[in-house]
């Protein structure tokens, strides 16, 4: 009945199986519920739990398949490569490896990147790994393939799938975008896995394609961001686009002469001119946090004015220079989303907030 349920469509529903299911769907104040095992990290950081979905976003050529290369290969050894700490469970620790775009030599380099990077042999199968290629499918046979896969595949722990735009036929449909990310909500819970996806960003701005990008932004547990270095192509940057947890310290990463990618130590990132007149309703968190952090370097401020004042100095600190009104609107921004917090005439910052 619970498969019923979680893995149809098209279900209907009866009162007879209404009232069937309802021990499968009711919260009960009285129970415990336990916490989603938390199963990839950044610098403790939480990004990835069980029975919930992330991606990882950026423009073509940007490394994206490395930076997911990277987080497989952790889950394989257990051991942190780049920033990324992996801990799948015993009995969840198969990685199945979708790719919908490139050809199978290629999707063999990738494999034994990953092996590589694990400190696994590249000469023989792994079983704690499935990779499959799926180029040469509709999107409706390759979303019919990763059920297939799900279903008859045990002990999967991790499901990546590089990209999503292709098990859908128009990016731009709102309902096929939708059901696209429900089907991502849906495996994720019943089967107890963790799926890291990956889509482009739009070529003109940091946005992610779509519809689906928005459906992404809205529902995903994190979104990745990876970016070229403005200075040198080899080397790219990994941000929080979107993070449930309170954001990591971004990294970035070069492509060595062994062909894989090396954490880049020591290193100093810089806002490129198109972050620095970006809207602060487009802003990233962390944007708004590096700002909020020097606004109130000092601690709570009284005073609207005063309000205004360190949030002038914030802002101005991140390139983003603007007059009062710019100030005011922004003001109600942050209040509205918390990471400001009022209290009688005094305003201090909420390090907990989330945009």
Known sequence: MKNDLIMSNNLRIDEEKYKSILKYIRLNVTEK???PQEIVQI????IATLGNFSASTGKPKSKKTFNVSAIVASALSGKEVLKYKANLPECKNKILYIDTEQSKCHCHKVLHRILSLAGLPTDQ???RIEFFVLREYTPDQRRDIIRWALH???NIGLVVI????DLIHDINSPSESLDIINELMR???YYELHIHTVLHLNKGDDNTRGHVGTELNNKAETVLQISKNMENGNISEVRAMHIRDKEFTPFAFEIGKDSLPHLVSDYQFKMNKRDKLTSYVDMTEQQHRSALEIAFQDGPVVGYQALL?????GYDSIGYA???NTLVNLCKFLLQHEAILKDGRGYSFNEKFSI
Do not use: H, M, P, V
């Not at 610098?43 to 939480?46: F, Q, R, V």
């Not at 004042?309 to 100095?313: G, Q, T, Y």
């Open 187 to 189: 495996w994720s819970s």
């Open 152 to 154: 008859e595949e045990t």
């Open 125 to 127: 199968e792994n079983d």
């Open 33 to 35: 519920y336990d916490f």
């Open 43 to 46: 610098d403790g950081i939480t």
């Open 309 to 313: 004042d360190a949030l002038k100095k």
């Open 162 to 165: 590089d990209g999503i735009r």
């Open 322 to 324: 603007r007059g009062r």
